[in-house]
């Protein structure tokens, strides 16, 4: 059974531009959760979505977005990005609702300039 | 303040030490998970618990809902058992998941 896979797993941007990051979780698993580590503040919740529906949301700026499709596959996305924002980003797939077992992808590594 | 803490920061065994990892939270969390992330970034989950006690192997998971502590053991540690470990946590309403600091644990052969 494949894992959690994520692309790209690494991408370098300048400021001011924006990136999309993809997320396809384990079979069968509905439940997509998206979190930001970073050296300073460590892993933080961006948000989770079941079936197509964002249901929970961290504290994060409107300039982070996301969205989950039929097929469970979810992508989230950085407007206007700032250098604070690199980081590794990570998103885990669960069955269960909320927050059931957690299989995380590898990540992917974004680096701002 | 954090909602979730845990203690120590940073952990040095020698192989085959029992090793204990402590995690205590302020807010109401669901259900405590456990994981251990090697350098380089991957992460596993190690356990989910809501009450009482797991284990796998080596690892042993216990949690106290009404004093908000969980403690994560691993018996006749092991090299390979040197990474971080991170406890962690979504509130009852689901609404927000918190993560501990991690502890940093390194064991020498």
């Known amino acids: 059974k494949a894992g959690v896979t994520q692309t790209p797993r690494y991408l370098i941007k300048t400021r001011g531009q924006q990136v999309t990051l993809s997320c396809s979780p384990i079979s069968g698993h509905r439940s997509v959760s998206w979190y930001q580590q970073t050296p300073g503040q460590g892993l933080q919740f961006l948000f989770e979505?079941?079936?197509?529906?964002?249901?929970n949301k961290g504290n994060f700026p409107g300039r982070f977005s996301g969205r989950q499709f039929s097929n469970s596959r979810s992508e989230m996305n950085v407007s206007t990005l700032e250098l604070g924002d690199s980081a590794l980003y990570l998103c885990?797939?669960?069955?269960?609702?909320?927050?059931?077992?957690?299989?995380f992808g590898e990540g992917s590594r974004l680096t701002v300039l | 303040k954090n909602e979730v803490e845990q203690s120590p920061q940073n952990l040095t065994a020698q192989e085959g030490e029992f090793i204990t990892i402590n995690c205590s939270y302020s807010v109401g969390i669901s259900a405590l998970h456990w994981l251990q992330q090697h350098p380089g970034g991957g992460i596993v989950s190690l356990f989910m618990l809501s009450s009482g006690k797991k284990k796998h192997g080596r690892l042993i998971a216990t949690i106290n809902i009404q004093e908000k502590h969980s403690s994560l053991h691993i018996t006749a540690s092991h090299p390979r058992d040197s990474a971080v470990y991170i406890c962690a946590g979504p509130t009852n309403t689901g609404n927000q998941f918190y993560f501990g600091t991690g502890t940093s644990l390194t064991v020498i052969p």
């Open positions: 885990a797939s669960s069955t269960e609702v909320p927050y059931g077992e957690l299989f």
């Open positions: 979505y079941f079936s197509e529906t964002q249901r």
